[in-house]
């Protein structure tokens, strides 16, 4: 199985590293698939607002909901995130080199969200990095039995394991 997860330690740093890793991949030809996702500060000082770009070229689908200055809750619009699911499985199904999903969060623990698709990828053996915070790793390392391997967030590390999981791929081309 080729399943790799990366975490940053930083707020909103996973995003970005994922964010440059898939523009890299889509300069050097590799036929991307999934989500990156976009924060975006806001004027009023709220919390950032949450876009996901599916690739490799498609839509970005705002996936935070504004819910007010005093709310505490998830803002995460599970609509837009189920839109942004259906998208990437659609470009999964038409043949992909890899699928990056930008977090392994919340939905996906429960079920939902992301989690078909990964294991459709797998099951195609389609190599998959998912992005994941403290949070939710117990769900993904279960959801994953203990078959994914941790990578470091920087770009050389990233790369080399996509170059080591893709290259039979690109043999056959």
């Not at 698709?117 to 993904?140: H, K, Q, S, T, Y």
Request: proline content about 6%; charged content about 25%.
């Amino acid at each position: 199985m080729k399943l790799a997860y990366t975490m940053a330690p930083g707020r909103g740093d996973t995003d970005l590293v994922l964010e440059r890793l898939a523009t890299d991949l889509a300069a050097r030809g590799l036929r991307c698939c999934g989500t990156v996702q976009i924060n975006s500060e806001r004027c009023d000082a709220g919390p950032c607002d949450m876009d996901v770009r599916v690739l490799p070229d498609g839509a970005v689908l705002r996936i935070s909901q504004d819910l007010g200055p005093q709310a505490r809750g998830c803002r995460l619009d599970p609509t837009a995130l189920e839109t942004a699911v259906g998208l990437v499985a659609a470009d999964l199904s038409s043949g992909a080199d890899l699928l990056i999903v930008n977090k392994f969060g919340k939905h996906e623990a429960e079920g939902r969200g992301f989690r078909n698709v990964i294991a459709e990828a797998i099951a195609m053996d389609v190599p998959v990095l998912v992005g994941l915070n403290a949070l939710n790793r117990p769900a993904f390392e279960t959801f994953a039995e203990g078959l994914a391997i941790q990578l470091p967030p920087e770009p050389e590390a990233l790369m080399a394991w996509i170059d080591e999981v893709t290259a039979p791929a690109h043999e056959l081309v």
